[in-house]
């Protein structure tokens, strides 16, 4: 089966291009938040398993409460109920999409991927649940992604002009400001923070220490990770301002927030800024504007009947 576009152009809806968001992706955002929320335990799941794929030892005792046990067979099929179904429809999705990408002689470059990167992150669409997931793995989703929206695509016409109207009223998104990967400790009082920046000068890792002394749940519980910060980002000016003043893998001085506690700030990674012109952002455009015409239900399980898919929860 052969995917072609049909769509009746008088009855798209019609949004004037100032009102249009920049679109980031809604289903490469499912998917990450899909997998951020599932990766953790699929990698203990992973572990448990051995290196040597022996299943003999699934009578193991993983815990016990008051003397009963609970074995890894238990652990591992309680996992693979909760979370088994959707780790395994991401890896046959991730399948799928190569083997459209080699069918519709569809090509990914880095290049994209990065500027779809730049402008997730710009873009605010980078939330708390993305940052688990590592540089590589969310440059394979993304790479993933926009095979499926060339696919769909990839019949669909675009004026010119449209497109340079669009590029026209939605410059400042293709601004990129300067981003930085930061991980945060913060702590109450400034008593705190210099006990943590002297123990930071000491050699103790800033990602152990932030998950020991943070009072801020919830990057504390990633190693102090706040994700991809810019300037536009939802946080502490301070701590924007912070992150500005330093060179990667640098630390910084304990600094106050507004909320009256402190916090010091390491970069794990700059990138730098970038103005993308038209013709960079040209492709970007256009499938922007055509996945505008096309169902907001797609997904690339509509593609596993032409690829022969079976697994094994049944029927699609």
């Avoid at 920046?197 to 990633?222: H, I, M, P, T």
């Amino acid at each position: 089966m052969k995917y072609s576009q049909r769509m009746n152009q008088n009855n798209m809806q019609k949004v004037p291009l100032s009102k249009r968001r920049l679109k980031t992706k809604p289903v490469l955002t499912l998917l990450a938040i899909l997998f951020a929320g599932n990766i953790f335990w699929f990698v203990l799941w992973l572990f448990a398993l051995g290196d040597d794929g022996d299943n003999g030892d699934n009578e193991t005792v993983v815990a016990s409460v008051s003397g009963e046990k609970i074995t890894r067979q238990q652990w591992m099929a309680e996992m693979e109920r909760y979370y088994g179904k959707e780790t395994l429809q991401r890896m046959v999705n991730d399948k799928v999409m190569k083997k459209a990408a080699k069918e519709y002689n569809i090509d990914v470059t880095d290049e994209e991927i990065d500027l779809e990167l730049s402008l997730m992150i710009s873009s605010s669409e980078m939330d708390s649940s993305m940052r688990q997931l590592g540089e590589d793995e969310l440059k394979k989703q993304i790479r993933s992604q926009l095979i499926l929206e060339k696919v769909l695509t990839k019949d669909v016409i675009i004026d010119e002009e449209e497109m340079e109207n669009y590029y026209k009223e939605n410059a400042s998104l293709y601004n990129i400001p300067a981003t930085y990967r930061a991980k945060l400790i913060v702590v109450n009082t400034k008593d705190d923070a210099e006990k943590v920046l002297k123990e930071l000068d000491e050699g103790s890792n800033f990602s152990v220490l932030a998950r020991e002394r943070s009072v801020e749940q919830v990057s504390a519980s990633l190693g102090g990770d706040i994700g991809y910060i810019t300037k536009n980002s939802n946080v502490d000016p301070a701590i924007v301002k912070a992150l500005q003043q330093l060179e990667k893998s640098e630390i910084s001085e304990p600094v106050l927030l507004r909320d009256g506690r402190y916090g010091i700030v390491q970069v794990d990674e700059k990138i730098e800024g970038k103005s993308f012109k038209y013709k960079e952002v040209k492709e970007h455009i256009k499938r922007v504007l055509a996945m505008e015409q096309l169902p907001s239900t797609i997904s690339t399980e509509m593609f596993w009947k032409e690829f022969n898919v079976t697994w094994f929860y049944g029927e699609e």
